[in-house]
């Protein structure tokens, strides 16, 4: 069963438009990075492998894939725009939709870094086909889900993880 | 906010009529026995602490709330028989509805032993107010919930941990 993984970038720096007039620059403060390498090293602990790491845009995002690709989870990761906050999930799954659901080390299995609530929205839609906010996804949480061998996903697929980071340090 | 956290039984002996004509007297293997123990050791490394532990009278569910117990997780299991296999989550919702929301360790935390598919299908309905058997519970694995402090619990409480075995070991 192809596997996919929703990760939430780590801690970042307060919104400040003064800082970061810009809020897609925002980085991760250095705890935050320190607590995200943590998180990773744990995740690579646990036989995690990531055949594909795809990433929101923004820098959060981003300095987060790369701590997740520096601890050998992953292949380099790959900038996706639409996991940008609000980001259409029907890009994704177009995406989705062309990959080959097997890979070297088995079942695919898809890793991507993103934000909340997006990430919980989705997971809510690919396992119960809607939306109802009652996924708890903290900063640098995980959610795994098993999405079905092959036809649609949305609404088939199932939960197997979600974890709070603080379970991971 | 009152957090449950609903465990599986650890691996129990195969299904034998001849063996265990009455498959409530079927127990834990060694090996599951060995697993259980580990998992609750990583469970009181996380930092979890229960309140109250509620045991389905299954012998299987008995031996891994005694572990648990072992483990200094909580106090003496207490057994409860609405959490045999098909048991009504009325009889819970009736001792919870009675049972102070706070104890001496803050909000209350409150861990039942129970079964497949039951403990899938009541956190669903705690979650989303429907069963939908979207939650993958193996042997041994922890669904945590966070309840609302007040008022109605069912499709109003949100879910914030859910782990396999394999990743608590």
């Given at each position: 069963m192809p596997q996919l993984y929703l990760i939430r970038h780590g801690i970042a720096a307060d919104r400040n438009p003064q800082t970061?007039?810009?809020?897609?620059?925002r980085p991760l403060t250095d705890a935050g990075v320190k607590k995200t390498r943590k998180i990773a090293k744990r995740l690579a602990e646990l036989g995690l492998q990531f055949d594909h790491l795809l990433t929101s845009p923004l820098i959060r995002a981003q300095q987060t894939a790369d701590i997740l690709h520096n601890a050998k989870l992953s292949p380099q990761p790959e900038i996706f725009?639409?996991?940008?906050?609000?980001?259409?999930?029907q890009d994704w799954l177009n995406w989705y939709n062309t990959?080959?659901?097997?890979s070297k080390n088995g079942d695919v299995a898809i890793a991507v870094v993103g934000h909340e609530p997006d990430l919980g929205q989705w997971a809510e839609q690919l396992i119960w086909?809607?939306?109802?906010?009652?996924l708890i996804v903290k900063k640098a949480g995980v959610i795994g889900v098993n999405l079905p061998?092959?036809?649609?996903?949305i609404g088939q697929s199932t939960l197997f993880w979600l974890v709070p980071p603080r379970f991971l340090l």
């Open positions: 970061y007039p810009d809020d897609r620059q725009p639409a996991l940008a906050p609000c980001g259409p999930i990959l080959p659901k097997t086909g809607e939306v109802r906010e009652k061998d092959d036809g649609e996903i």
